[in-house]
């Protein structure tokens, strides 16, 4: 069963993200829980597959418009969708590198991928409830959502 | 100490054995006909040589016998300058004598070692040989006999002359004799000529047929040369195709295994490099196809744990080691069930189960590498994996199974129902934004209550596994109020409970849905909550107050027993009946409720009874009676009443109340302090009281039957709470 | 032949010594722990140790580590459960012959043993 330092790591991993690239906190809303077949997905979203001695995946997916207005509060010109589409990765690294240590020897934290519009298919397990993490950064509401068996 | 000798004897003994063993090898063949090549042509090279002195020495022969016809011709012409000097008086004849005698001693010579093969002046003496050669006297005895009979007479004739040289007989005597001596001369000359010039022409013939039998000889020789050369070449050519076909026949062999083997195979050396022979479905295993000479560590890097990537480290460095016995270290194998993490695209992950095994590769040298079978065994890890799984969830099921077979099916049903739709409340509560403290405050105590109503209810079914984890949501959400300011990750510990739950019940409505499957009625089970009626499905209808007695005395029998005191449950004044089916949720919750509180706060403990003069087992009365048109709810225990001066004291430490305020108000006012949420006067919070919430559910529950309620107690004798509430209909009677 | 059982547990410690029937076995020293290991292996001079890996004051892969500086021939059986197997490699690593999985058989040992024996053997020329 998934745990709350588990779920923790991935939450601290986007917190830390946006505050030492952006200077800006995000707000955690509480979390809650949502069945396989319940995930939805915004924008873009970037998913991390985890395995080893847990399974499952974490996603974090958010609005193009927070992502546009993420690149140019990370000091570019302007927001192409190339750098949209690259933000949401860095985003998804950061929380993989964070699990990565977090999590040490005995997990595997993939590479991320990044996806427009809706994936193909989560591999979510039919009968794990994911957490989702609604979280706020800057007036834009994005979320995190992490399911593991 | 060896002895140094012995060892060059057996070195010596090892290099004869080696060269006997390259004539007992395949290579003979090849040897003796390199050798018999080398055989042939040296042959016809010492022919060559032969030829060539051959024919250098015909040409000498064919050279003197063209000199001895001009020599003939010379004595002529020598003999006329003699006698010229002779006649003049002032001449030296001795000089033309000494030429003439030179000319005449060469033929002389020549002639004699053509016929018997003699020395010969001016010409080197290997030639003796060549002039003793039979051949030339054969084949021109004719010729050499008449020029022999005619030098005969020349002798007799010229002799005077040539002894002249050494012993001058005086002018006269020469003249005389070179007189004599041109007559013959003279008739003899062109028949000496034309012989010498016949035996040139013979010796020459005989020359050109020597060199004709020695050229065909030599063809001979340069011929059996060629063709042994060639028998090598087409022997060993087919050898060598016939060789080649057996490597091509295993290489074909071995790429067949390896194209079709379903295991990984492949050698791997000490720099843990991936050798460039190796399996196809390798390839697969990696999804990579160039696995040739990559590092193996690097291979599985991205693939496995950190942890375990170590741990192949250590193993294939102590397999290399000649000092680790293979065999005692096998169990250790860290890669003997692994579980690779493939990326994907679309999941992020394949995972799969592969089991490397380990084996070295001994050749005359020792080991260098190591053969590497790799198995993909996901199907059978899945199995056990499953199987295992089964066997947690079973174990897990037979437990709840035991907890909930007790329970009467139809109330199980409520209560899964129930429980669902409060989880999935909760849930829902989660869900709505809420952005300020106090909103997420809000959700808390919306949690709360549902969390202590169904903590009630599984109470009241004595599902005590179920109990304690309501319980524990409660003291997550008990540490959370407590906290000044609230975020939203304060939730998360809430969240993984509620998931917990969630799972739990998914389980445990399946048990039941298994247990009605089979019919339950036939089993020996003796449930604790006696099941009245003819069967199971019309159980809760067709006697309903009986059902409410047990359920209820179960619940007080359980909570006394938490809390070591006594009491009995006397309901012989209710009627289920009454009830509309909406109106049986709610006020089952307030009786529950109720009950709990009576027994937490009202009952006293056996001893302060007993010393109170009263009955040391306690008294719980639950009425439900109709009147007019409302039906009024009385739960009365014969308790310590309500100690007001507790009350007062908690509300001043709760802060809901001001001193002063306190000392004014009236009791009743005092009294409503208790349905206030959070309100408890009870140390600690334990399972059945203590939480502040049951009163607080107790008035929502009363609100949701637009009832209202009355409070009586008396110190030292009894608490007696009266809810009435409008009656909706009656109740389908049997 | 002399030989070591390094083990805190005197319960496998009498174990591995009732269970052994090799004639090449003549001495049986015993140790409970890495250090009383070291002493008596100085002083015993062993061709053969099985060694427990957790242990009190000095841990099995520490202890071997030692011996076989001390005496680089010295045969060294590891007997361990499967769950230290990465300690147990790293033991190996070390210096050590080989490994046995606890909890092990009789016939197990023997034969494990009669391996090292041989190796000792083929070491000492």
């Given at each position: 069963?998934?745990?709350?330092k588990?779920?923790?790591?991935?939450?601290?991993?986007?917190?830390?993200?946006?505050?030492?690239?952006?200077?800006?906190?995000?707000?955690?809303?509480?979390?809650?829980?949502?069945?396989?077949?319940?995930?939805?997905?915004?924008?873009?979203?970037?998913?991390?597959?985890?395995?080893?001695?847990?399974?499952?995946?974490?996603?974090?997916?958010?609005?193009?418009d927070?992502?546009r207005?993420?690149?140019?509060?990370?000091?570019?010109?302007?927001a192409?969708p190339?750098?949209?589409?690259?933000?949401?990765?860095?985003?998804?690294?950061t929380i993989?590198?964070n699990a990565?240590?977090?999590?040490?020897?005995?997990?595997?934290?993939?590479?991320?991928l990044?996806?427009?519009?809706q994936?193909?298919?989560?591999g979510?397990?039919?009968?794990?409830?994911?957490?989702?993490?609604?979280?706020?950064?800057?007036?834009?509401?994005?979320?995190?959502?992490?399911?593991?068996? | 100490?060896?002895?140094?000798?012995?060892?060059?004897?057996?070195?010596v003994k090892?290099?004869?054995?080696?060269?006997?063993?390259?004539?007992?090898?395949?290579?003979?063949?090849?040897?003796?006909?390199?050798?018999?090549?080398?055989?042939?042509?040296?042959?016809?090279?010492i022919?060559?040589?032969?030829?060539?002195?051959?024919?250098?020495?015909?040409?000498h022969?064919?050279?003197?016998?063209?000199?001895?016809?001009?020599?003939?011709?010379s004595?002529?012409?020598?003999?006329?300058?003699?006698?010229?000097?002779a006649?003049?008086?002032?001449?030296?004849?001795?000089?033309?004598?000494?030429?003439?005698?030179?000319?005449y001693?060469?033929?002389?010579e020549?002639?004699?070692?053509?016929?018997?093969?003699?020395?010969?002046?001016?010409?080197?003496?290997?030639?003796?040989?060549?002039?003793?050669?039979?051949?030339?006297?054969?084949?021109?005895?004719?010729?050499l006999?008449?020029?022999?009979?005619?030098?005969?007479?020349?002798?007799?004739?010229?002799?005077?002359?040539v002894?002249?040289?050494?012993?001058?007989?005086?002018?006269?005597?020469?003249?005389?004799?070179t007189?004599?001596?041109?007559?013959?001369?003279?008739?003899?000359?062109?028949?000496?000529l034309?012989?010498?010039?016949?035996?040139?022409?013979?010796?020459?013939?005989?020359?050109?047929r020597?060199?004709?039998?020695?050229r065909?000889?030599?063809?001979?020789?340069?011929?059996?040369?060629?063709?042994?050369?060639?028998?090598?070449?087409?022997?060993?050519?087919?050898?060598?195709?016939?060789?080649?076909?057996l490597?091509?026949?295993?290489?074909?062999?071995?790429e067949?295994i390896?194209e079709?083997?379903?295991?990984?195979?492949?050698?791997?050396?000490?720099?843990?490099?991936?050798?460039?022979?190796?399996?196809?479905?390798?390839?697969a295993?990696?999804?990579?196809?160039?696995?040739?000479?990559?590092?193996?560590?690097?291979?599985?890097?991205?693939?496995v744990?950190?942890?375990?990537?170590d741990?192949v480290?250590?193993?294939?460095?102590i397999?290399?080691?000649?000092?680790?016995?293979?065999?005692l270290?096998?169990?250790?194998?860290?890669?003997?069930?692994?579980?690779?993490?493939?990326?994907t695209d679309?999941t992020?992950?394949d995972?799969r189960?592969?089991?490397?095994?380990?084996?070295?590769?001994?050749?005359t040298?020792?080991?260098?590498?190591l053969?590497?079978?790799?198995?993909?065994?996901?199907?059978?890890?899945?199995?056990?994996?499953?199987?295992?799984?089964?066997n947690e969830k079973?174990?897990?099921?037979?437990?709840?199974?035991?907890?909930?077979?007790h329970v009467?099916?139809?109330?199980l049903?409520?209560?899964?129902?129930?429980?669902?739709?409060g989880?999935?409340?909760v849930?829902n509560?989660?869900?709505?934004?809420?952005?300020?403290?106090?909103?997420?405050?809000?959700?808390?105590?919306?949690?709360?209550?549902?969390?202590?109503?169904l903590?009630?209810?599984?109470?009241?079914?004595?599902?005590?596994?179920?109990?304690?984890?309501?319980?524990?949501?409660e003291?997550?959400?008990?540490?959370?109020?407590?906290k000044?300011?609230?975020?939203?990750?304060?939730?998360?510990?809430?969240?993984?409970?509620?998931?917990q739950?969630m799972?739990?019940?998914?389980?445990?409505?399946?048990?039941?849905?298994?247990?009605?499957a089979?019919?339950?009625?036939?089993?020996?089970?003796?449930?604790?909550?006696p099941?009245?009626?003819?069967?199971?499905d019309?159980?809760?209808?067709?006697a309903?107050?009986?059902?409410?007695?047990?359920?209820l005395?179960?619940?007080?029998?359980?909570?006394?027993?938490?809390?070591?005191?006594?009491?009995?449950?006397?309901?012989?004044?209710?009627d289920a009946?009454?009830?509309?089916?909406?109106?049986?949720?709610?006020?089952?919750?307030?009786?529950?409720?109720?009950?709990r509180?009576?027994?937490?706060?009202?009952?006293?403990?056996?001893?302060?009874?007993?010393?109170?003069?009263?009955p040391?087992?306690g008294?719980?009365?639950?009425?439900?009676?109709?009147?007019?048109?409302?039906l009024?709810?009385?739960?009365?225990?014969?308790?310590?009443?309500i100690d007001?001066?507790?009350?007062?004291?908690?509300?001043?430490?709760?802060?809901?109340?001001?001193e002063?305020?306190?000392s004014?108000?009236?009791?009743a006012?005092?009294?409503?302090?208790?349905?206030?949420?959070?309100?408890t006067?009870?140390?600690?919070?334990?399972?059945?009281a203590?939480r502040?919430?049951?009163?607080?559910?107790?008035?929502?529950?009363?609100?949701?039957?637009?009832?209202?309620?009355?409070?009586?107690?008396k110190?030292?004798?009894?608490?007696?709470?009266?809810?009435?509430f409008?009656?909706?209909?009656?109740?389908?009677?049997? | 032949?002399?030989?070591?059982?390094?083990?805190d547990?005197?319960?496998?410690?009498?174990?591995?010594e009732?269970?052994?029937?090799l004639?090449?076995?003549?001495?049986?020293?015993?140790?409970?722990?890495?250090?009383?290991?070291?002493?008596?292996?100085?002083t015993?001079?062993?061709?053969l140790?099985?060694?427990?890996?957790?242990?009190?004051?000095?841990?099995?892969?520490?202890?071997?580590?030692?011996?076989?500086?001390i005496?680089?021939?010295?045969v060294?059986?590891?007997?361990?459960?499967?769950a230290?197997?990465?300690?147990?490699?790293?033991a190996?690593?070390?210096?050590?012959?080989?490994?046995?999985?606890?909890?092990?058989?009789?016939?197990?040992?023997?034969?494990?043993l009669?391996?090292?024996?041989?190796?000792?053997?083929?070491?000492?020329?």
């Amino acid at each position: 069963m998934i745990t709350e330092k588990d779920i923790e790591v991935f939450i601290d991993g986007i917190k830390h993200y946006f505050r030492t690239s952006t200077k800006m906190d995000i707000v955690v809303d509480p979390p809650y829980l949502i069945s396989a077949d319940e995930i939805t997905v915004n924008d873009y979203t970037g998913i991390i597959g985890i395995s080893g001695e847990r399974k499952g995946f974490v996603l974090v997916t958010a609005p193009a418009d927070m992502l546009r207005y993420l690149v140019l509060s990370l000091g570019e010109k302007s927001a192409t969708p190339d750098l949209v589409h690259d933000v949401v990765g860095e985003v998804a690294n950061t929380i993989s590198g964070n699990a990565r240590r977090s999590f040490g020897a005995g997990f595997m934290i993939s590479v991320p991928l990044i996806v427009q519009g809706q994936p193909s298919r989560i591999g979510a397990a039919k009968d794990t409830n994911g957490y989702v993490i609604p979280s706020r950064w800057n007036t834009f509401s994005f979320h995190l959502v992490v399911s593991l068996q | 100490m060896k002895n140094p000798f012995l060892s060059i004897i057996k070195g010596v003994k090892g290099s004869m054995r080696a060269i006997g063993g390259i004539f007992r090898s395949k290579y003979i063949e090849i040897i003796l006909a390199v050798g018999l090549f080398i055989l042939l042509d040296s042959g016809v090279l010492i022919l060559n040589f032969y030829t060539s002195y051959q024919i250098a020495n015909d040409a000498h022969a064919i050279q003197l016998a063209s000199r001895m016809g001009t020599l003939s011709q010379s004595l002529l012409h020598e003999l006329y300058q003699v006698q010229q000097d002779a006649n003049n008086q002032d001449a030296n004849y001795s000089e033309s004598i000494d030429i003439f005698a030179k000319s005449y001693r060469l033929f002389d010579e020549t002639l004699d070692a053509f016929i018997y093969g003699g020395d010969l002046i001016g010409v080197g003496q290997g030639q003796d040989a060549l002039l003793k050669d039979t051949a030339y006297r054969d084949t021109s005895a004719r010729v050499l006999k008449e020029a022999e009979e005619i030098w005969k007479v020349y002798r007799i004739k010229l002799k005077p002359i040539v002894y002249a040289y050494f012993n001058d007989p005086g002018r006269e005597k020469i003249l005389e004799a070179t007189t004599i001596a041109i007559d013959y001369t003279r008739q003899q000359n062109d028949k000496l000529l034309e012989l010498m010039e016949s035996f040139a022409t013979a010796v020459e013939g005989v020359a050109i047929r020597k060199a004709e039998r020695l050229r065909t000889i030599q063809s001979i020789g340069i011929g059996l040369a060629v063709i042994n050369f060639f028998l090598i070449l087409f022997h060993f050519l087919k050898r060598l195709s016939k060789s080649d076909a057996l490597v091509e026949k295993s290489r074909k062999e071995t790429e067949d295994i390896l194209e079709n083997v379903n295991e990984g195979l492949f050698l791997l050396d000490k720099d843990y490099i991936i050798g460039s022979q190796h399996s196809k479905s390798l390839h697969a295993f990696f999804k990579d196809d160039n696995l040739a000479g990559q590092n193996f560590i690097d291979l599985l890097r991205p693939l496995v744990t950190e942890k375990t990537l170590d741990t192949v480290e250590d193993y294939t460095e102590i397999l290399f080691s000649p000092r680790v016995n293979e065999s005692l270290v096998s169990n250790l194998n860290p890669l003997k069930q692994v579980e690779i993490n493939l990326a994907t695209d679309a999941t992020g992950f394949d995972i799969r189960h592969f089991s490397f095994q380990f084996s070295r590769v001994y050749d005359t040298k020792g080991f260098n590498n190591l053969l590497v079978t790799v198995k993909d065994i996901s199907e059978q890890v899945k199995l056990s994996e499953q199987l295992k799984a089964a066997n947690e969830k079973a174990s897990k099921e037979i437990d709840m199974l035991l907890a909930i077979i007790h329970v009467e099916n139809n109330m199980l049903t409520d209560f899964i129902r129930m429980t669902e739709d409060g989880l999935n409340n909760v849930n829902n509560i989660l869900k709505k934004p809420a952005k300020t403290t106090d909103s997420l405050k809000n959700k808390l105590e919306m949690i709360f209550r549902i969390a202590h109503k169904l903590k009630g209810d599984s109470t009241m079914l004595g599902l005590e596994f179920v109990e304690e984890k309501f319980h524990s949501l409660e003291a997550a959400i008990v540490v959370l109020k407590e906290k000044q300011a609230l975020t939203g990750e304060d939730f998360l510990p809430l969240v993984v409970q509620l998931n917990q739950l969630m799972s739990d019940f998914t389980i445990i409505r399946n048990l039941q849905k298994k247990m009605n499957a089979i019919d339950l009625s036939n089993m020996q089970l003796e449930p604790v909550l006696p099941v009245v009626g003819a069967s199971l499905d019309i159980a809760a209808d067709s006697a309903p107050e009986t059902l409410w007695k047990s359920q209820l005395n179960a619940l007080v029998k359980r909570v006394v027993t938490d809390y070591g005191k006594q009491a009995v449950l006397d309901m012989s004044d209710f009627d289920a009946t009454l009830l509309s089916e909406e109106q049986i949720e709610p006020v089952r919750d307030i009786i529950v409720q109720s009950l709990r509180n009576a027994i937490a706060h009202g009952i006293e403990t056996p001893e302060s009874r007993e010393n109170a003069g009263k009955p040391s087992e306690g008294n719980l009365k639950v009425k439900l009676t109709q009147n007019g048109s409302s039906l009024q709810l009385t739960i009365r225990d014969d308790g310590g009443g309500i100690d007001i001066e507790k009350i007062k004291s908690t509300a001043l430490a709760k802060r809901l109340a001001t001193e002063s305020q306190l000392s004014t108000c009236q009791s009743a006012s005092l009294l409503s302090l208790i349905f206030r949420q959070g309100f408890t006067t009870a140390q600690e919070g334990g399972l059945h009281a203590g939480r502040g919430v049951g009163m607080d559910l107790i008035k929502s529950r009363l609100g949701s039957l637009n009832g209202q309620f009355k409070v009586k107690f008396k110190a030292g004798r009894f608490t007696e709470f009266q809810f009435s509430f409008e009656r909706e209909r009656i109740a389908v009677q049997l | 032949m002399k030989m070591l059982i390094v083990d805190d547990s005197l319960i496998i410690r009498r174990k591995i010594e009732r269970e052994i029937n090799l004639p090449e076995l003549t001495e049986i020293y015993t140790a409970n722990n890495g250090q009383e290991a070291v002493e008596i292996f100085t002083t015993h001079e062993p061709e053969l140790v099985t060694m427990d890996l957790t242990m009190p004051k000095m841990d099995g892969t520490e202890c071997v580590k030692q011996l076989v500086s001390i005496n680089p021939n010295t045969v060294i059986l590891v007997i361990s459960a499967l769950a230290d197997r990465a300690t147990a490699i790293k033991a190996v690593k070390y210096g050590a012959y080989g490994f046995l999985c606890k909890p092990f058989t009789e016939c197990e040992i023997n034969e494990a043993l009669t391996k090292c024996i041989a190796f000792s053997k083929e070491l000492r020329g």
